[in-house]
C-alpha cells in the first residue's frame, strides 16, 4: 500500500488525517528557549496570544531528517511504498530533510515532492494524491497527478500588515510595499514557490473583494471543477464572507476552512486570509 507523508503547514483538519491514515511530521516554533511542535503541544489560540505578548518575535524550524527518517522506516518495514509532499522549499528546509531521509534509504520506494507552496496550497495537493491512491494509481502516478496540479495551483492571501514577513525574512520582493500606508492592505501570492507581492488596496475588505475576482480570473469565471480551500488566522469571520462570496460569483463552495498554525503564522502574523484555487 501506498502511505502518504506531509509535514504541519498543510493545516489537515485531524479528522481528514485518521480517515486517510495520513502521517504528519510537525515543524516547530521557538519562544525563547521554549520549543513547541506544531499541532501537538500548542494550540492556535494559545500561540496567537503568546505572539502579540511576546517581546522578541518567535522563530520557526523545520522537521529533522531524522525525523523524517523515523516515520519512513517504519513505514516501509511494514512494506509500504511512500509519498511525501512538504512546504515549498523557498520557504522552508522541510524538503531538504525529507530528501536526506530519502537518501539514507536508498533501497525504499519513496518519493518527495516539493508542493512549491504551503497552508491549503499544499493541502489540496494532498487531496489529489490521496484521491489518486484510493482510485488505484501508483506512486509514479500520484507523483505525476501532483505535479501537474503544481502547475495550475494558485495560492493568494492578505496580511493585516507586513511586519511579521519582514522580521521572518520570509517577504522576498514584497519588502516593495514596506512604507506603505498603514491602512494599505497588501495581497501576495506565491510564485514559484516564494512570496511575492501582487498589489495593494486600501482596506481589508477591499482586499477581500479582490480576491474573489483573482480567483474568479484564475478559474475563467467558471467554477465548475474548482478546487478552493480557504485558511484564516483569528478571523473566521472574514473567511466566512469570502466563501459565500465565492459561492455567488462561481457557483461552487469552498471545500476546505481550516486555521493558519503557528510557523506560517509566526511570520505572517494574525488576521491574514488566504485562498488556494485549482482546476
Not at 495520513?22 to 520549543?35: A, E, N, Q, W
Not at 501576495?188 to 507581492?197: C, H, S, T, W, Y
Amino acid at each position: 500500500m501506498i502511505k502518504i507523508v506531509t509535514d504541519s503547514t498543510a493545516y489537515l483538519p485531524q479528522s481528514i488525517v485518521e480517515k486517510n491514515d495520513l502521517r504528519v511530521v510537525p515543524l516547530c516554533v521557538h519562544f525563547g528557549d521554549k520549543t513547541y511542535r506544531e499541532g501537538v503541544d500548542l494550540s492556535n489560540g494559545e500561540f496567537y496570544t503568546r505572539l502579540k505578548e511576546a517581546p522578541v518575535l518567535p522563530t520557526t524550524s523545520q522537521p529533522s531528517a531524522g525525523e523524517f527518517y523515523e516515520v519512513f522506516s517504519e513505514l516501509v518495514a511494514q512494506g509500504h511504498e511512500i509519498v511525501t509532499l512538504t512546504i515549498s522549499s523557498r520557504l522552508s528546509g522541510t524538503w531538504n530533510s525529507a530528501m536526506a531521509a530519502k537518501e539514507m534509504m536508498p533501497d525504499a520506494k519513496i518519493s518527495v515532492i516539493d508542493s512549491l507552496s504551503t497552508s491549503v496550497g499544499l493541502m489540496l495537493m494532498i487531496e489529489a494524491a490521496v484521491n489518486a491512491r484510493n482510485a488505484g494509481a501508483s506512486r509514479e502516478e500520484i507523483v505525476q497527478q501532483v505535479e501537474e496540479i503544481k502547475k495550475k495551483m494558485h495560492l493568494f492571501f492578505v496580511v493585516d500588515t507586513l511586519e511579521y514577513l519582514a522580521k521572518g525574512g520570509r517577504i522576498g520582493n514584497a519588502k516593495a510595499f514596506l512604507g506603505t500606508l498603514l491602512k494599505v492592505k497588501p495581497i501576495l501570492f506565491l510564485k514559484d514557490g516564494a512570496i511575492e507581492p501582487l498589489e495593494q488596496v486600501r482596506s481589508k475588505r477591499k482586499a477581500q473583494a479582490r480576491m474573489v475576482d483573482l480567483v474568479a480570473e484564475c478559474m475563467g469565471g467558471d467554477g465548475k471543477g474548482a478546487r478552493i480551500a480557504l485558511v484564516d488566522a483569528l478571523v473566521p469571520e472574514e473567511s466566512a464572507v469570502l466563501a459565500k462570496e465565492i459561492h455567488e460569483r462561481l457557483g461552487c463552495e469552498p471545500l476546505y476552512l481550516t486555521q493558519l498554525g503557528p510557523v506560517i503564522g509566526t511570520h505572517t502574523g494574525p488576521g491574514v486570509v488566504g485562498v488556494a484555487v485549482y482546476r
